[in-house]
């Protein structure tokens, strides 16, 4: 079954400092995997996706992200954090084998940057 | 472009009564998805059209929940009658079509509360 785990419920950093949030995938074939952010009481918005090419995939708001297909991970990270990154991050994986390519979601990191 | 927009936003309700969710996606995506975000979960699909046909509705509770895409725009959501464990934020998302590079745009979803 395809699947996304993210280990950390909640990342703490403070403002200036590099941050990251993990993710890892479990898919049979090549992943096409994105991630997902969420502000309070919004829906979500997509940041950034790898599909094929370069492993390193930069998105919006500064926000790149690294694919290791030997580790299985696509981390989420961002050389200098600020207060409004502080939102909840999802981790996507499209199921290449449901004919829709359906969308599975991880449970989510709730990120928070101090000042 | 205007967002994909969902009415209402919160909705207070009692166990065994109905309810119903109306989402309007961005102009011209034909792909539109339902979603119910359980608190402390990732969005799990309920149910995907594309234009005004049901691709996927294999996680969708048939026994209570129904939607429909009329003319392949505005879609309802229904929820007949209403658990405890219906209480969730229901996303709307559409994207331009099912394909790997087009990504979800979400509404800000209604919040479902019911006592």
């Known amino acids: 079954a395809q699947s996304v785990a993210q280990p950390e419920d909640q990342v703490n950093v403070a403002e200036g400092n590099p941050l990251t949030v993990k993710c890892t995938y479990s898919v049979s074939g090549n992943p096409y995997l994105f991630w997902y952010v969420q502000y309070p009481n919004r829906g979500l918005q997509f940041l950034l996706k790898?599909?094929?090419?370069?492993?390193l995939v930069k998105g919006s708001y500064g926000f790149e992200a690294e694919f290791n297909k030997s580790q299985t991970s696509f981390h989420l990270k961002k050389p200098s954090a600020l207060v409004s990154d502080s939102a909840l991050y999802f981790c996507a994986v499209r199921d290449m084998t449901s004919g829709t390519y359906k969308y599975i979601f991880g449970t989510g990191t709730r990120l928070k940057v101090l000042a | 472009e205007a967002g994909v927009a969902q009415s209402p936003r919160y909705k207070i309700i009692e166990k065994r009564q109905s309810v119903a969710f109306w989402c309007n996606p961005i102009s011209g995506h034909a792909t539109l998805y339902w979603y119910q975000q359980i608190l402390g979960q990732g969005p799990k699909l309920l149910i995907q059209f594309q234009n005004n046909g049901v691709v996927d509705d294999s996680q969708l509770p048939k026994d209570r929940f129904s939607a429909e895409r009329l003319k392949g725009v505005d879609s309802t959501l229904k929820i007949q009658p209403a658990k405890l464990e219906d209480s969730a934020v229901y996303l709307c998302?559409?994207?331009?079509?099912?394909?790997?590079?087009?990504?979800?745009?979400f509404g800000n979803g209604t919040r479902l509360t019911v006592t």
């Open positions: 790898y599909i094929t090419g370069d492993n």
């Open positions: 998302a559409s994207s331009l079509g099912p394909d790997l590079n087009s990504p979800l745009h």
